[in-house]
């Protein structure tokens, strides 16, 4: 009997023995799990599924965010200082934050970075909405606020010939996209959707010219039929976005203001500007070309069909007060015609004083011993105030053999900073169309160094899809570089990069349209 029960004793003492290591082992365990971020067996027993995989889905979202905002720090600069983030909101509202300086600067330009290429149409990019004929959508672009709170600005797209709102009715498309420039979602702004006044004349091109405002306004251009004799036959609207790209308020300029007293009927097209790249003084400014100026309303211009720039001062208060218009001004003799058919508003010079107006225009050269020269493109220099005229102005000049010669160049500007930091700056210059006599082209773009100072020309590099490294291709119509945006920096070079419009393009339907991003990379610190 006692050696029974010395048995029994024993043996529920090794079951006790047992179970104590057990125990010890699955406590263990479980302070290692919980040490490591991951909830025990008992944790997730006790909660609901629905929630464990929300957790699950939540921790993963962080940590792939983690990643690539580790990667993307990484291929900034692993080493040296990093630029100041351009894709953080900028006092500008219509261009990359601040430029990349000092050592930052040197770092960017040191790095091979091949550029990367993302077409946006009917059949690419991850734009879900219908592009019909005629569209035109990319003949105006501009980078506006970060309208969701993502961290990433919103891409502003002119589609001028858009239908929903009558025919050629026009429409704006904002595009939320992704960091690798692809279209998450898409909202379009025509006008009845931003409630404009009823007419009983319709207007047309809503959209045909864009720019963002200081006030975190979308100025928009768009063309008129006079309800009676001498109303405007353009105006400009500026646009208050909420988060979803919805309209929350909206005001527009004033006729008188536009074109004083004598409204030129013929005047249909207008062109908007708001100050680019870095700049210490005053932006809050809104500059408007007038590019085709009648014959029979000469009074402002010494010359018909010269064009004009008007700007504007927005005020603390929300007055738009003009301060007057700039006529062209030339060193080049002949005839010119289109001015301020582009706008580029910027501290050109560097020194931080003021703003000037670079503008793209057409150029009849006077004839030479009989001989008379073909039209071509210029790009035009000078202050935008009455101040320091003299030392402000001249023209683009390429060294000899390298002027493009044609008469679509200077169609669209694009600020791109001092990119390989050897104090030259970077524009983009679109060449949109070629002189008819060479046939249908593709369109293209110039990436070109000038000196500050005197406009010359340091170094230049014309640029299709399909060229240096990149993917893709531009056909005869498309009308590449017809339109061009400074972008904030997403592919981690530190550097702007360029949006490019193609309202030409035949993706889906003819002229639909298409929009091209384009990190730059290397392109534009070598060249010729």
């Given at each position: 009997?006692?050696?029974?029960?010395?048995?029994?004793?024993?043996?529920?003492?090794?079951?006790?023995?047992?179970?104590?290591?057990?125990?010890?082992?699955?406590?263990?365990?479980?302070?290692?799990?919980?040490?490591?971020?991951?909830?025990?067996?008992?944790?997730?027993?006790?909660?609901?599924?629905?929630?464990?995989?929300?957790?699950?889905?939540?921790?993963?979202?962080?940590?792939?965010?983690?990643?690539?905002?580790?990667?993307?720090?990484?291929?900034?600069?692993?080493?040296?200082?990093?630029?100041?983030?351009?894709?953080?909101?900028?006092?500008?509202?219509?261009?990359?934050?601040?430029?990349?300086?000092?050592?930052?600067?040197?770092?960017?330009?040191?790095?091979?970075?091949?550029?990367?290429?993302?077409?946006?149409?009917?059949?690419?990019?991850?734009?879900?909405?219908?592009?019909?004929?005629?569209?035109?959508?990319?003949?105006?672009?501009?980078?506006?606020?970060?309208?969701?709170?993502?961290?990433?600005?919103?891409?502003?797209?002119?589609?001028?010939?858009?239908?929903?709102?009558?025919?050629?009715?026009?429409?704006?498309?904002?595009?939320?996209?992704?960091?690798?420039?692809?279209?998450?979602?898409?909202?379009?702004?025509?006008?009845?959707?931003?409630?404009?006044?009823?007419?009983?004349?319709?207007?047309?091109?809503?959209?045909?010219?864009?720019?963002?405002?200081?006030?975190?306004?979308?100025?928009?251009?768009?063309?008129?039929?006079?309800?009676?004799?001498?109303?405007?036959?353009?105006?400009?609207?500026?646009?208050?976005?909420?988060?979803?790209?919805?309209?929350?308020?909206?005001?527009?300029?004033?006729?008188?203001?536009?074109?004083?007293?004598?409204?030129?009927?013929?005047?249909?097209?207008?062109?908007?500007?708001?100050?680019?790249?870095?700049?210490?003084?005053?932006?809050?400014?809104?500059?408007?070309?007038?590019?085709?100026?009648?014959?029979?309303?000469?009074?402002?211009?010494?010359?018909?069909?010269?064009?004009?720039?008007?700007?504007?001062?927005?005020?603390?208060?929300?007055?738009?007060?003009?301060?007057?218009?700039?006529?062209?001004?030339?060193?080049?003799?002949?005839?010119?015609?289109?001015?301020?058919?582009?706008?580029?508003?910027?501290?050109?010079?560097?020194?931080?004083?003021?703003?000037?107006?670079?503008?793209?225009?057409?150029?009849?050269?006077?004839?030479?011993?009989?001989?008379?020269?073909?039209?071509?493109?210029?790009?035009?220099?000078?202050?935008?105030?009455?101040?320091?005229?003299?030392?402000?102005?001249?023209?683009?000049?390429?060294?000899?053999?390298?002027?493009?010669?044609?008469?679509?160049?200077?169609?669209?500007?694009?600020?791109?900073?001092?990119?390989?930091?050897?104090?030259?700056?970077?524009?983009?210059?679109?060449?949109?169309?070629?002189?008819?006599?060479?046939?249908?082209?593709?369109?293209?773009?110039?990436?070109?160094?000038?000196?500050?100072?005197?406009?010359?020309?340091?170094?230049?590099?014309?640029?299709?899809?399909?060229?240096?490294?990149?993917?893709?291709?531009?056909?005869?119509?498309d009308r590449f570089g017809a339109s061009l945006a400074t972008l904030a920096d997403r592919d981690g070079d530190a550097r702007a990069d360029l949006g490019i419009g193609a309202p030409g393009d035949d993706d889906g339907e003819s002229d639909a349209g298409a929009v091209w991003l384009l990190g730059i990379g290397a392109i534009g610190t070598s060249g010729r």
């Amino acid at each position: 009997m006692d050696t029974r029960a010395g048995q029994v004793r024993r043996g529920v003492a090794w079951v006790a023995l047992v179970a104590a290591v057990l125990f010890l082992l699955f406590a263990l365990w479980r302070s290692g799990a919980e040490r490591a971020g991951g909830p025990g067996p008992s944790a997730a027993a006790g909660a609901e599924p629905g929630a464990a995989l929300q957790r699950r889905a939540v921790e993963g979202e962080r940590a792939s965010r983690t990643v690539e905002e580790r990667n993307s720090t990484a291929a900034v600069s692993s080493e040296e200082e990093r630029a100041p983030s351009t894709m953080e909101p900028t006092r500008s509202g219509d261009g990359p934050g601040t430029e990349a300086t000092g050592a930052s600067q040197g770092a960017a330009s040191s790095r091979s970075s091949a550029p990367f290429l993302v077409k946006i149409s009917a059949h690419e990019g991850g734009l879900s909405a219908r592009l019909r004929e005629g569209d035109r959508f990319g003949a105006a672009l501009t980078e506006i606020a970060d309208l969701d709170g993502d961290g990433l600005r919103e891409l502003a797209v002119g589609a001028p010939g858009d239908d929903e709102a009558g025919e050629d009715a026009g429409a704006v498309w904002i595009l939320f996209l992704g960091r690798d420039g692809r279209v998450r979602e898409q909202r379009a702004i025509t006008p009845l959707g931003a409630r404009l006044p009823a007419r009983s004349t319709p207007g047309t091109a809503f959209g045909q010219s864009l720019c963002f405002l200081e006030t975190r306004e979308l100025a928009v251009a768009r063309t008129l039929v006079p309800e009676a004799k001498g109303e405007p036959a353009a105006e400009v609207w500026l646009l208050e976005l909420g988060r979803d790209a919805q309209v929350v308020a909206k005001r527009s300029l004033h006729a008188d203001d536009l074109f004083g007293e004598t409204v030129p009927p013929e005047v249909s097209t207008l062109v908007v500007a708001a100050p680019s790249g870095p700049f210490a003084g005053d932006r809050n400014w809104l500059a408007v070309g007038i590019p085709a100026w009648p014959e029979n309303f000469p009074q402002r211009v010494t010359e018909p069909d010269s064009g004009w720039i008007t700007h504007f001062r927005l005020g603390s208060d929300g007055r738009i007060a003009p301060t007057g218009g700039l006529p062209p001004m030339s060193r080049a003799r002949g005839t010119v015609n289109d001015y301020g058919r582009a706008i580029l508003l910027a501290d050109v010079y560097g020194d931080g004083l003021q703003l000037e107006n670079v503008a793209g225009y057409r150029l009849q050269p006077e004839s030479v011993a009989g001989y008379r020269r073909g039209e071509r493109g210029e790009v035009l220099r000078h202050s935008a105030s009455r101040s320091n005229w003299s030392d402000r102005t001249g023209s683009l000049t390429f060294r000899a053999g390298e002027d493009p010669e044609d008469p679509g160049f200077g169609s669209s500007l694009a600020w791109l900073g001092d990119r390989d930091g050897d104090g030259s700056l970077e524009l983009a210059i679109g060449l949109a169309e070629k002189r008819p006599a060479q046939g249908a082209s593709p369109g293209g773009i110039w990436i070109v160094s000038i000196d500050r100072k005197d406009l010359g020309v340091v170094r230049s590099l014309p640029f299709l899809p399909g060229e240096r490294g990149t993917a893709g291709r531009a056909r005869p119509g498309d009308r590449f570089g017809a339109s061009l945006a400074t972008l904030a920096d997403r592919d981690g070079d530190a550097r702007a990069d360029l949006g490019i419009g193609a309202p030409g393009d035949d993706d889906g339907e003819s002229d639909a349209g298409a929009v091209w991003l384009l990190g730059i990379g290397a392109i534009g610190t070598s060249g010729r």
